[in-house]
């Protein structure tokens, strides 16, 4: 990979790269819709990411090319940026404006990225290409910022420059992710545990449902704001500060103070998936993954019924899974409304998953899904 895109950046700006870097894509494997609640989530980093390679220029501007999308930019060297409608160069814009290059950006600089991750299916490109900018920034001029800064940074990128309120979990996963490791983070203390994740005889596939997403970011938002509702309401009673707080006990004596409906479905899809988090922990760490499947079924479940985040592409393919006998488990990752779903397939199966899953889907959509087998790979770094 890397081999190609040198040629490729000597060809674009007629020098070699003097630093290369990777940053995965992500999937998580339970948790869903409650980073944003202070929640406990459990993702992992796939082999799957984004490549960047750079060296300075003499020209005083910020040269930003991607093999996968049209559209150079050659930007002047400023102490602020805003976001320039949705060209796809706003994220590593982002993440320059963030680290406010005062003075530690004489010259310029030529930059050029590739992504193996399906763009918009919810594996996190965009998390990708954030963490491996501020990575690359940071360690190339000796910014001295910590893993952790970087994360936080990268987030407000998202949050502020993007404008779309996630939480820590995508930053987190694809700049602390290890080799056959999940992250068990707590989005509020942000206390993590890097833990073993031997799925055994099963693979971990990722299913593309290939549907283009229209609606995702309004929802996505109007699922935040849906939650800081229940949160002012039960505020009002009890001392808490984010939803994931609730027990399952406090939320059965309190619930009644949320008279939406809609704001309930929502507040009980929160507080239950935080649950199946700590559960879904447990067996893995005692190797019981077929009680691992089950709560990634329930998880979907969840997701589909209160929270309404998943659709009828991607419950085409947790639907099939039930049926299909060597599956024991699937659930829509990410944010929803299409993307990507996960299934914990039996090895040697792949193949025979992959063709029937598709006459399926195809016949109840109308167009095929994309099927990956990614393995759990590492957290960005220099290559
Ligand atoms: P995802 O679910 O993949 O994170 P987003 O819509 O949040 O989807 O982010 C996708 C955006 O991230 C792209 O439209 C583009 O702006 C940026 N991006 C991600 N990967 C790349 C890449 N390889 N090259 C250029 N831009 C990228
Ligand atoms: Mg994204």
Excluded at 213 to 221: A, I, P, Q, V
Excluded at 226 to 254: G, R, S, V
Excluded at 255 to 262: K, M
Excluded at 306 to 332: N, P, Q, T, W
Aim: glycine share 8%.
């Amino acid at each position: 990979m890397k081999d190609q895109l040198v040629d490729k950046f000597l060809e674009k700006y007629n020098q070699q790269p003097t630093a290369s870097y990777f940053a995965p894509g992500r999937v998580n494997l339970i948790g869903e819709h409650i980073d944003y609640n202070g929640g406990l989530v459990m993702p992992c980093a796939i082999t799957a990411g984004t490549w960047l390679l750079l060296a300075p220029n003499d020209d005083n501007v910020i040269r930003f090319s991607s093999v996968n999308f049209e559209g150079d930019q050659i930007i002047p060297i400023e102490k602020s940026y805003t976001k320039n409608g949705n060209d796809w160069y706003n994220y590593p814009l982002g993440v320059f404006h963030e680290l406010q290059q005062f003075d530690w950006l004489s010259g310029g600089l030529d930059l050029l990225y590739f992504g193996n991750i399906p763009i918009g299916s919810g594996l996190s490109s965009s998390a990708s290409i954030e963490i491996l900018t501020a990575y690359a920034l940071n360690d190339y001029y000796n910014l001295g910022h910590d893993k952790l800064e970087l994360v936080k940074l990268s987030k407000r990128v998202e949050n502020i420059f993007i404008g779309l309120n996630s939480g820590i979990m995508d930053q987190f996963s694809v700049a602390f992710g290890e080799a056959n490791k999940a992250i068990v983070l707590n989005c509020d203390s942000l206390k993590y545990k890097i833990v073993d994740c031997d799925l055994g005889d099963y693979v971990l596939a990722i299913i593309n449902t290939n549907k283009a997403r229209k609606l995702e970011e309004s929802k996505y938002n109007e699922r935040y704001e849906e939650c800081q509702t229940a949160l002012k309401t039960l505020q009002t009673a009890i001392n808490i500060n984010n939803l994931c707080e609730l027990t399952a006990e406090k939320f059965a004596l309190h619930s009644h103070l949320i008279t939406d409906e809609t704001v309930l479905k929502r507040t009980t899809h929160v507080v239950k998936e935080n649950d199946r988090v700590h559960l879904a922990a447990k067996a893995l760490n005692a190797g019981q993954l077929e009680e691992f499947g089950r709560l990634m079924y329930a998880s979907h479940q969840s997701l589909r019924e209160l929270y309404e985040v998943s659709g009828k592409e991607l419950d085409a393919v947790v639907d099939f899974c039930k049926d299909y006998e060597h599956v024991i488990g699937a659930r829509m990752t990410g944010a929803g409304f299409g993307g990507c779903a996960i299934a914990l397939l039996k090895k040697g199966q792949e193949e025979d998953f992959a063709k029937k899953l598709t006459d399926y889907y195809v016949d109840k959509i109308g167009y095929p899904a994309a099927i990956y087998v990614h393995q759990i790979g590492n957290g960005v770094g220099k290559i």
